[in-house]
């Protein structure tokens, strides 16, 4: 099923947009105590095309959207292999002609013969396509990950998706940079929580980018699906493969503080790398090495594309 298919649902929602100075204020108090050092700034977006965050567009700027395709009840209990959508369409539903789309995902599986996780990172402008996302799936025979660039004419994924959709122009962004991790939270937990708590039911969205400087982070990927029905967080866990991954990791994807009524995953980001590794990011396990860079901007508003009639919350974290 794409997206141009007339049937497919499609909800918005407009979100909180503060001034980025404010939001800067907010995550800094909150992150004193997940972080011993924590700057946030506002600042010009620097050139993300370059080493070491090597995205599709230069920057974050014009403007936004957080996209949420699809969701997790889509691949559990059981798989439905018909959840097909095309990353191209996603730009049009915010009137964009030329966009950046960057975030986390399940990847194509009609593509890569299995089961996979997808780091969106996808520049159009019209008929014109830079296609630089990356796919990592389990190898079969030893287990171990592979990590893929997509074909420039892949742009599909499956199943969940959780995206950054903006015009990719330079402009002023927020600059997080936190090292030696003192609290419990991850980077992305600490950095929603943090907004949650300032901004209560008022629904504020992020998207962008964060590297992981130093350090391993503990990361999924899925296996080929399930032909066992997972019904619980147990469940899935066992039928996850995870990894211990090493810094340099460049991480894309969403975050909001509050859901607006919209069954959204309230953060979601993946991984890739230049040294073959890359998925599903959790937390880094070596917290007193631990370094985060990150840019990020505000999402002016939510786009709910095919939201699952039947619901749950099994694996949302």
């Known amino acids: 099923m794409a997206l141009k298919t007339p049937t497919l649902r499609v909800d918005r929602k407009q979100l909180k947009c503060p001034p980025l100075e404010e939001v800067a204020t907010v995550l800094s108090k909150g992150l004193q105590d997940v972080f011993s050092h924590v700057s946030v700034e506002v600042v010009d977006c620097p050139d993300l095309t370059q080493q070491p965050f090597t995205l599709a ?12 395709s699809g969701g997790v009840p889509f691949l559990l209990p059981l798989v439905n292999r018909e959840k097909l959508y095309e990353m191209q369409d996603f730009g049009k539903l915010t009137g964009l002609e030329s966009f950046l ?7 194509p599986w009609p593509h890569a013969g299995t089961n996979c996780e997808l780091m969106a990172n ?3 402008d019209g008929n014109k396509v830079d296609n630089q996302s990356r796919i990592a799936k ?4 030893d287990k171990s990950c592979l990590l893929e660039t997509l074909p420039e ?14 015009e990719g122009k330079p402009g002023k962004v927020l600059k997080v940079h936190c090292r030696h991790r003192i609290g419990e939270d991850d980077f992305v937990t600490s950095l929603r929580k943090a907004l949650a708590s300032h901004y209560k039911n ?6 962008g980018t964060f590297l992981l400087k130093e350090g391993k982070a503990r990361q999924h990927v899925m296996p080929d ?9 147990e469940d899935l866990s066992k039928w996850l493969r995870f990894f211990n991954m090493s810094a340099p990791l460049i991480a894309v994807g969403t975050l909001i503080s509050a859901d607006p009524g919209l069954d959204l995953r309230v953060q979601h980001f ?6 073959g590794e890359g998925g599903h990011y959790h937390n880094d396990t070596t917290p007193n090495t631990a370094e985060y860079l990150g840019y990020f901007n505000l999402g002016e508003s939510v786009i709910r594309v095919d939201a699952p009639i039947e619901t749950h919350h099994i694996g949302r974290d």
């Open 202 to 207: 008022e629904a504020v969205g992020l998207g």
């Open 138 to 141: 389990v190898d079969p025979k």
């Open 57 to 68: 567009r230069q920057g974050l700027g014009g403007k936004t959207a957080l996209v949420e």
């Open 270 to 275: 993946h991984s890739f790398s230049h040294h």
């Open 101 to 107: 789309i960057i975030g986390a995902g399940a990847g």
């Open 153 to 166: 004419k892949e742009t599909r994924h499956a199943l969940l998706g959780n995206l950054f959709c903006t």
């Open 225 to 233: 699906f399930s032909l066992t029905p997972l019904h619980t967080e």
């Open 122 to 124: 996808l520049s159009v």
